[in-house]
């Protein structure tokens, strides 16, 4: 059974910086796409980042081009997403999905893509 675990959330002030990671377990991806979505209570689920490989190839919402940085540990079989200079409207409970398709590039933002997901971690930004 495939499990997806989501660590390194919390509280931090505006312009600071969080890193999330993302395990997965019970399969190994030798290929695949793996995703950070986000949601703010009472909101639609939002894409994020992704990244596929091999080989590599990454992807952002616009409001986190030049902040955020997901990439991948190929020895651990986890991702990881930097984010920096996070702000007010980075609040939300951010979610890990994984699958094992090298899906295309207007595919990856589309969370019925993903088979397995993880139950989240919270991120707030506030002074």
């Known amino acids: 059974q495939v499990r997806v675990d989501e660590s390194g959330g919390g509280s931090v002030k505006p312009g600071n910086s969080l890193r999330l990671s993302c395990a997965v377990s019970?399969?190994?991806?030798?290929?695949?796409?793996m995703a950070w979505f986000r949601r703010v209570p009472g909101n639609e689920r939002e894409f994020v980042a992704a990244?596929?490989?091999?080989?590599?190839?990454?992807t952002y919402t616009t409001s986190v081009k030049g902040r955020f940085t997901i990439s991948r540990d190929n020895t651990k079989d986890t991702v990881n997403l930097q984010m920096n200079n996070l702000q007010p409207e980075d609040t939300a409970i951010y979610y890990c999905a994984a699958d094992q398709r090298y899906w295309i590039l207007s595919a990856m933002s589309d969370p019925d893509n993903y088979d397995y997901w993880g139950m989240g971690t919270q991120v707030t930004v506030s002074l």
């Open positions: 019970g399969r190994t991806f030798s290929r695949g796409t």
């Open positions: 990244i596929k490989w091999p080989p590599k190839y990454t």
